[in-house]
């Protein structure tokens, strides 16, 4: 069974960076695609980024294009999103996840097969 754990949240100021990470437990972590996804109150889930399991392919939400930037250490079993420039409408629990069937990087979560428990990311104007 595959448990993820984020860290790295916080508050920062606007035009400040952040860096979540998310361990992974379990499977064999190197052959499944791992996302990163938000939510702020009153508001849907969102895609923010994904990353194939090689690392080979990105895939961002367009809010988050030349900002953001995912990777991830397969030794490790960890993903990484280092959030850059953020801004108050960045502000929203972040989840990571893992997708073990597709050979792509899906932007919707129902592609997604296992959540992580959230972090809270807070970004002051």
């Known amino acids: 069974q595959v448990q993820l754990v984020e860290s790295g949240g916080g508050l920062v100021q606007a035009g400040g960076s952040l860096r979540l990470s998310c361990a992974a437990s379990?499977?064999?972590?190197?052959?499944?695609?791992m996302g990163w996804f938000r939510q702020a109150p009153g508001k849907e889930r969102e895609f923010v980024a994904g990353i194939s399991w090689s690392g080979g392919r990105t895939n961002y939400a367009d809010s988050v294009k030349g900002r953001f930037t995912i990777s991830r250490d397969n030794a490790k079993k960890t993903v990484s999103l280092q959030m850059n420039s953020l801004k108050p409408e960045d502000t929203a629990v972040y989840y990571c996840?893992?997708?073990?069937?597709?050979?792509?990087?899906?932007?919707?979560?129902?592609?997604?097969?296992?959540w992580g428990q959230g972090t809270q990311v807070t970004v002051s104007s």
């Open positions: 996840a893992a997708d073990f069937l597709s050979n792509r990087v899906p932007d919707t979560g129902n592609d997604y097969d296992v």
């Open positions: 379990g499977r064999t972590f190197s052959s499944y695609t």
